[in-house]
């Protein structure tokens, strides 16, 4: 996640899942690129096959359907998914040779952006299904079993899709996320997100407090609550309450109150919609981790105009001095993009400054990335290829030192590391710090799932190595 570079949103891609279902009668093999809210839907989608008979299987050779659940945000992300058809095409045509039939199917942002010319670039796909259509998969894989061609299904109705799929959980581990808004109104002059997941809609707040729960009860001890503009979420409160409409600081307060749940984390955030609410909450309420990805793009005011952003430098800085009066330890996080249209060698010094101004403990930066149908790509002033490369490398180094010296100046320090997961070697665990750094060190399994003090007492790229504070007493050095 702290990955200061060209790297997909979200550390988790691609995500392939798991085995988990053995012995049953058909496998699918779901493969995951863009951001949480796509792996979300990934899970979900696992769930809502899982009742007709598919088992996931990490191998694609193996399944009857393959699902790829894309991203559209870069050119270079949605390109990756043609060319995994090209490998799909040649799984499938060897299956066929022992008579083994294969679906295929792409849903996703690519899905919903490019529609019926997927399956004229790429025969071999059986269903084209949109974000918003998944609770449709059963009915489609049914309906491309009888017809030749592909089904297409890309309609917009969030609710609808929320209500129909299966709030099971298919994960493990002792972190979640949970979709809490979906869409995007901001209309970014660079940005996909609009067109490919709609309108911002957000979930009820008891939609989002029982599906809270039933991560709890299953092991869940950190939810990252998800959104496109995670902040813009609203809703009436729950069932019974006559308060006015609730915001994301009330969501949270509320969903701390669940016995179990230690952790909250919400992702990701737009500059213009972080309410005083949201501050207060992130300053008093202990179960929300002391982290914010809370992107700027950039720091030039020309920039951000033509980006239609809706905020300027000297607004975002003011907001992080306000969040980090409420919070002070807060790690703050970002996304920028370099060479959009008309940055100027001085709009890029301006990134730089804003970046030296706020200092970051994490940051995803990209090259402005030219996508069909954003206003964006009309833009006259297209910026040359290599003055990108050379400004995303110095804003990258400069990212990176950051983020270096935020995880150094850990060091010594003993804080609560959630436990996700055995470490690489024998009698190693990891987990996450606060600020969502892995942290790894030597510990016996069973305390995998809970929470654990560890002293930080080193950094490597990308982690934090710690020692366990039981270990370090029963060893007489603490
Ligand atoms: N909703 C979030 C981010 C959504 S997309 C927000 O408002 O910030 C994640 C990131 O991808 C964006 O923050 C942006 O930095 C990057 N991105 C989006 N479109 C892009 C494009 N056309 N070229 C390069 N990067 C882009
Ligand atoms: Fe894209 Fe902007 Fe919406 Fe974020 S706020 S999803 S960058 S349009
Ligand atoms: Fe990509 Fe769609 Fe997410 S374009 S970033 S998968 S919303």
């Known amino acids: 996640m702290s990955k200061a570079g060209e790297a997909e949103i979200g550390a988790n891609s691609p995500h392939e899942t798991h085995d988990h279902t053995a012995g049953a009668e058909k496998r699918v093999f779901i493969k995951t690129y863009g951001c949480q809210m796509n792996v979300y839907d990934s899970e ?3 769930a809502l096959l899982a009742p007709l008979g598919y088992a996931a299987t990490s191998q694609p050779e193996d399944a009857d359907l393959v699902i790829l659940n894309t991203c ?14 090209g490998r799909l095409k040649n799984i499938k045509a060897s299956r066929a040779q022992t008579g083994k039939q294969t679906q295929i199917a792409v849903a996703g942002c690519v899905a919903q952006a490019e529609g019926p010319e997927i399956h004229a670039r790429a ?6 299904v949109g974000p918003q259509a998944y609770h449709r998969l059963p009915e489609m894989i049914a309906r491309a079993a009888r017809q030749r061609g592909a089904v297409l299904e890309t309609d917009f109705d969030v609710n609808e899709k929320f209500d129909a799929l299966p709030k099971a959980r298919t994960g493990d581990g002792p972190t979640a996320f949970l979709t809490i808004q979906e869409g995007c109104d901001k209309f970014c002059t660079f940005c996909v997100v609009p067109y490919t997941r709609g309108a ?34 609203t809703s009436a409160p729950p069932a019974g309450e ?22 909250i984390r919400f992702t990701t955030s737009h500059p213009r919609d972080m309410d005083e609410g949201l501050i207060a909450a992130l300053g008093d309420e202990p179960k929300l981790m002391p982290y914010l990805h809370l992107p700027v793009q950039a720091g030039s005011d020309k920039i951000l105009k033509a980006m239609n952003r809706d905020h300027t430098a000297e607004h975002y800085i003011r907001l992080i001095e306000r969040i980090r009066a409420a919070r002070p330890d807060i790690a703050l996080s970002g996304d920028f993009i370099v060479g959009f ?5 001085a709009d890029f010094e301006d990134t730089m400054a804003l970046v030296r101004e706020v200092s970051y403990a994490s940051a995803f930066s990209f090259k402005y990335s030219r996508r069909p149908g954003t206003p964006g790509a009309a833009m006259r002033a297209q910026v040359a290829e290599d003055i990108k490369t050379d400004r995303l490398a110095r804003l990258q180094t400069l990212l990176e030192a950051q983020k270096q010296a935020f995880n150094r100046s850990l060091i010594g320090k003993t804080l609560p590391i959630l436990i996700e997961r055995a470490g690489r070697n024998e009698g190693q665990i990891a ?38 504070v039981d270990a370090l007493h029963e060893k ?3």
């Open 44 to 46: 979900r989608m696992g």
């Open 123 to 128: 025969p071999v796909v059986d269903i084209v």
């Open 242 to 263: 006559h308060a006015e409409a609730w915001g994301l600081g009330e969501l949270c307060r509320h969903l701390a109150k669940i016995d179990g749940l230690e952790r």
């Open 72 to 85: 559209h945000i870069r050119e270079k992300a949605a390109e990756k998914v043609y060319s995994e058809l």
């Open 341 to 345: 249209p008309g940055e100027t060698d």
């Open 431 to 468: 987990g996450r710090s606060p600020y969502l750094q892995s942290v790894h060190m030597d510990g016996p399994a069973r305390l995998i799932g809970g929470i654990a003090q560890a002293t930080i007492r080193d950094v490597t790229p990308n982690a934090l190595t710690g020692v366990l």
């Open 200 to 233: 911002e809609v957000s979930r009820h707040v008891d939609a989002i407090t029982a599906e809270a729960r039933m991560l709890v009860a299953s092991g869940v001890r950190e939810i990252t609550l998800l959104g496109q503009n995670v902040n813009a979420w």
């Open 476 to 478: 007489g050095t603490a």
